[in-house]
């Protein structure tokens, strides 16, 4: 049984990312993506990273949520 809290921090940490709000943030601004570009297909993910953000999003897990919120903060375009 999966008992970790779903929360971005931990989905940061599941991908082995720096997990800071601060790191957090970082990855988002240096890593946007086009329109026309999935998550999933974004060149910057490991294949275990890739594969583990494909899982949890095609057994719409708890984690999907969280998946798709970070899926659209790297198309929101971003401020200077």
């Known amino acids: 049984m999966d008992t970790v809290e779903v929360r971005m921090t931990n989905l940061f940490h599941q991908l082995g990312l720096d997990a800071s709000e601060q790191g957090i943030a970082n990855f988002i601004h240096a890593h946007h993506l086009p329109a026309e570009v999935h998550i999933v297909d974004a ?13 949890m999003l095609k057994a719409d897990a708890r984690w999907a949520v969280l998946v798709d919120q970070l899926n659209e903060s790297l198309h929101e375009p971003h401020r200077a």
């Open 43 to 55: 060149p910057f993910w490991s294949e275990a990273q890739r594969q583990f953000l494909d899982e």
